[in-house]
T-cell receptor, first 113, second 109 residues
C-alpha cells in the first residue's frame, strides 16, 4: 500500500522556536509537496520538490524552508515559528510529471503559542 | 492567476443525489482532481478528469468542461459516511496542484 508518513500528528511550540516537520514516502515518487490547510482558505502550497535537492516555491513560502536530501524524505522547516503559522500541515507525493494523483500524509497539526 | 471556487457548505439527505460544483479561472492545466476529506483526516483521491466529459466510478462521477471552466462531482445514493469535505484541484502536469476552498457536505438521515 502507498504510504506517506509525517513524523508528528500534533506539535505545540513557542514563538521563535525552530520547528522541523518530517515527511517520508515509500513509493519512489519523484514529486513531494508541503501544504498548509486553514479553515476557509483550503490547501495552500508552501513548497514542492520534483527531485532530490531541488525545490520550488509555492504560493506562500515566506517563513518556511525545505530540504530534500533523499528522494523519500521532504522536510519543512520553520526557522522562527510565529503564531500565524498555527495550522494543519499536509505532506503529499506524486509519481512524476504528467502522471498521477497526490497521496497525502495524515497531517501535522502545529500550534504556536 | 488561479481562482477556483466551490460552495462552502451543502446539505443533502441519505439516499439522495448531490452535485458539488467547481468553477475555475485558470488554464494550462492537464487534469482536474476531486478529493474527499473527512474531519481530522488526510484528503483521499476520488476522481480525475483529463478530457471533457463524465468519468464514472461507482457512486461517484465527475464531469469537466474546459470551455466553460467548470467541473462537478456527482454523488449518488448518499450514505452517512459521505459527510465530508470535497476538494477540487487542478494539476499542472503533476508538478503543482492548486486546490479550491472545499465544500463541506452534511448528509442527514
Amino acid at each position: 500500500d502507498v504510504k506517506v508518513t509525517q513524523s508528528s500528528r500534533y506539535l505545540v511550540k513557542r514563538t521563535g522556536e525552530k520547528v522541523f516537520l518530517e515527511c517520508v514516502q515509500d513509493m519512489d515518487h519523484e514529486n513531494m509537496f508541503w501544504y498548509r490547510q486553514d479553515p476557509g482558505l483550503g490547501l495552500r502550497l508552501i513548497y514542492f520538490s520534483y527531485d532530490v535537492k531541488m525545490k520550488e516555491k509555492g504560493d506562500i513560502p515566506e517563513g518556511y524552508s525545505v530540504s530534500r536530501e533523499k528522494k523519500e524524505r521532504f522536510s519543512l522547516i520553520l526557522e522562527s515559528a510565529s503564531t500565524n503559522q498555527t495550522s494543519m500541515y499536509l505532506c503529499a507525493s506524486s509519481l512524476g510529471a504528467n502522471t498521477g494523483e497526490l497521496f497525502f500524509g495524515e497531517g501535522s497539526r502545529l500550534t504556536v503559542l | 492567476g488561479q481562482n477556483i471556487d466551490q460552495p462552502t457548505e451543502m446539505t443533502a439527505t441519505e439516499g439522495a443525489i448531490v452535485q458539488i460544483n467547481c468553477t475555475y479561472q485558470t488554464s494550462g492545466f492537464n487534469g482536474l482532481f476531486w478529493y474527499q476529506q473527512h474531519a481530522g483526516e488526510a484528503p483521499t483521491f476520488l476522481s480525475y478528469n483529463v478530457l471533457d466529459g463524465l468519468e464514472e466510478k461507482g457512486r461517484f462521477s465527475s464531469f469537466l468542461s474546459r470551455s466553460k471552466g467548470y467541473s462537478y462531482l456527482l454523488l449518488k445514493e448518499l450514505q452517512m459516511k459521505d459527510s465530508a469535505s470535497y476538494l477540487c484541484a487542478v494539476s499542472y502536469y503533476g508538478q503543482n496542484f492548486v486546490f479550491g476552498p472545499g465544500t463541506r457536505l452534511s448528509v442527514l438521515p
